[in-house]
């Protein structure tokens, strides 16, 4: 476990599967072996009217952490994380009555996982409600749990398979977050940003 | 290489194939204080971590309920979070009890539906914020036992005291006994560990008489 950037890489005239096949070619090239696929999913629940002021929870999964379910309750006024096994799914069956989905909204990132030292890089093909919406690549520095001590070293790596795409600034949710210690929740909350982002933006051809 | 499943396409599988222990066995008892020694002497004797010694636990229990009324009637969905007082870097636990099942005479526990999870420290807030509402708390503190797949606990419970000493020390017990459980956490369907509770709870009397509790007899509990 160690410090994870997320980010969009723009398309352009490519499609969602050839932009993939551009990064894997770049990443091989530089020596990163390919250790399977990963998954993130995000399914969104809004509390139902009966319960006073609508809050809503995203349930996320990280093939990473696969024993994990991860929920962000959003209050309006507060954000409250929570990690807890598997079985919390079957809880959220059992609040149908009180939360609800709304299907059209299932977010997905899926696509190649590769290892290369001490980084380990995810090219996910981001799809809501089974419509193509981007691609987020995701490279983690895993001996590091400090984003201030590795941004500029993941900086320059991301530069050197991504290109000028790279900010020179680390995403906004890390920037307030520089000196704490870095958990698989960080890693959730840059995915659910970056859905929300997706949920948002008109889709685009595959 | 094949894409990994969803978590949901895993645990409805898991659902299909009935290997979720989703259901909970439940004898209960209690035993008054001056004869809990004796108990707990045959408990070690009976129960299978005769080496070791039974494991204490010191646990704060909050009680929660989720309620709302839609236009089917009034909804309630009531979630237990324990917490141990004294390994405090453990993870919490967040727990889903349904209404209990108890049957005819024929049948030997209670049956009842449960969800059990380990889960971070934020729970109490994430659980507040999402509408829940503490209905009752309490400390229990006590021995845990295990004979097999069955779980034996024997516990004194402690009203809440002062919620500043959240060290548990100086709290009032509500009574002058100690519950005893028997507890066995299984599929849906595995009705024959039931019978083997009978037979372990047989065991025990005439210390401790573990019965099928009718909670509806005792009074308005949710």
Known sequence: ?206 | MTSPGTAIDSLNAALKCNIIPNQEYLLQGSVLDQYVEVLLHRLRGLCDNVDSGPESFHDHELYFVLRATNTGGPMVLPLRVRRALDVPDAPWQLRYVGQQELGDKNRPTVVRSSIDMACSSTIVEFLTELGCRVEFEYIARGYMFRKGRMKITVSKIFKMGNIANKSGEGVEPISQSYLVELSVLAPSGQDAIAEDMRIFAEQLRPLVQLEKIDYKRLGNLP
């Open chain 1, 1 to 206: 476990m160690g410090v994870t950037v997320l980010q969009q890489f723009p398309i352009e005239t490519r499609t969602g599967p050839s932009t993939i096949e551009l990064l894997s070619k770049r990443i091989s090239a530089l020596g990163a072996v390919q250790q399977g696929q990963f998954l993130v999913d995000c399914e969104t629940y809004t509390s139902t009217p009966a319960l006073g002021h609508q809050r809503t929870v995203h349930v996320l999964h990280n093939s990473e952490q696969p024993a994990t379910v991860f929920s962000i309750l959003e209050t309006g006024q507060k954000t409250i994380p929570l990690a807890t096994d598997g079985l919390f799914d079957l809880l959220m069956m059992k609040m149908s009555g009180f939360y609800t989905s709304k299907k059209q909204t299932k977010a997905e990132s899926k696509g190649p996982r590769y290892e290369i030292g001490d980084f380990c890089v995810k090219l996910g093909t981001v799809t809501v409600s089974q419509n193509f919406k981007g691609i987020l690549v995701e490279v983690e520095y895993r001996p590091s749990v400090v984003p201030a001590l590795c941004w500029e070293l993941m900086r320059e790596f991301l530069q050197g398979f991504l290109g000028s795409s790279v900010p020179a600034t680390p995403p906004a949710y890390l920037q307030n977050r520089m000196q704490e210690l870095y958990t698989p929740m960080d890693t959730i909350h840059q995915y659910l940003e970056q859905f929300t982002i997706f949920r948002k933006s008109p889709g685009l051809r595959p």
